[in-house]
């Protein structure tokens, strides 16, 4: 099931249109994934950080969720310092860790955080209701949309058809171990899955065919025009576009 | 009670599934007329759900003639005017309930009706309120319990001011507390409605008369008689303590 913890709110950013969060967000994090040098990507950071804070987010429900994010970043550092080529700063056997490779995992952890957190702060601010409206106001293709809005919608249906195949598997004595046999039966499980889903997708059409679809997105969530949103639009795309060329110029 | 406007009328309706030669449905005759209260009991595999989805155009007869509301309907485009007129409560309320709240998906057939958003959300509320589920407006439709989601996808169905509903399964799943609120909701209906299920306390609470299916034919009240039979235990004070 998909929670959605950081979408309720009342902060500003909770208020703020989603066609507007959109944009903001991708022009930033755009911006952030294009910089070079370090100071500039601390900006983005210090950015990141205010909007988290004007978000009004619980920074401890924050930081789990860069969790998965913190095991992707250890294998960067894992791997980068002792396979990039450069000036050696450590030795050991045949074992070295070069500076270049130790400035790009840096480097790569400053801007992954970044943009995590700018879509936190943006995008997770939102139900995912809400994400497809914007995005649909955003102009992109309606069957996009659908697809977001079906995928969330759905996919706890399929977990849980998932988890009531497998108990039957378990009920009568499966135990995954590595062998064939286990191997077959996922794969039992994935067939299965597909075949449900696909049979549950011709059905929901049928359903909607029931009810005068055609083709059309339609939706509920009305957004009184506000002055701020478009202030808050402009200040971000003009901030990150300032960062950019300022990099452009003074590095 | 039924007047003598006939709103559906299934004439000789043959349907077999594709690639299989076995007739799921076979020269089938059906007439539901303005008022009519009709329950279905039929055994698995007799081709229930196979009828309701032929009335709706979603399933195309091999041969035989649909007419509903006096038109003859063949092709895709005849019945798009006629879906929204006929309301369908699927067996599975998952399949009906897609938006992700419950709002949005109560309004998503006036919308495409071409009610303005305001004019859909007012239908979609009011049809809420009278089925008491007025509290849920806002919910998340998947976090929904199973009564509920039943509940809300018979609101979806009723926000389209269909003249007849087919309901089929209505009660599958559900525990006594939902089935008696839907014997009420029924039964204050003022529409026609066709009921397929397979308990009898259910149907005779809510339909007039109680029709069958057997070899792809619907056999009517003068064909079959449903009956309760009473019966006598030796098995001690207690014989059915799990009810």
Redesign the interface.
Known sequence: ?IEEPFASGQSFIHTMEPRIKIPAAFALSLAAALCKHFPVIWVYLLISLILVFAAQLNFRAVVKRLKPLFWFLLMIWVILPLTFEGREVYRYGWVRITEPGLLLSAMITFKSVTIVLIFTALVATM???SL?NGLHRLHIPDKLVFLL??C???I??IEDEYNRLLRAAKFRGFVPKTNLHSYKTFAYLAGMLFVRASL?AQ??H?????????G?F???D?YPPNRLNFIFLTAMVCMSMGLFIGEQIWF | MADNTCIIRLEDISYAYPGTGAKVLDHLNLEIFQGDRIGMIAPNGTGKTTLL?TI?G?CKPDGGTITIFGNTLKQEKDF?PV??K???L?Q?S????????V??DV???P???GFS?DE??DMAKKTLEGLGMGAFEQSI???LSGGQKRLVALA??LA?NPRVLLLDEPTAGLDNTVKERLIRILNHLDISYLVISHEFDFVSAVTDKIYSMENGRILTDADIQIHHHEHVHKHGLHPHTYK
């Open positions: 099931m139900t995912v209701a497809g809005l079906m969330y919608r759905y706890a249906v549950r059905r929901v049928k359903a909607m065919l029931c009810r005068g679809f055609n059309k339609h939706t509920l009305v | 989805h709706m979603l798009l879906r929204s006929i309301g369908l699927f599975d998952d399949d009906q309930l897609f938006c992700p709240t709002m949005e309004a998503f057939g919308l495409n009706l958003r859909a959300v439709t998947h976090r979806a169905v389209m």
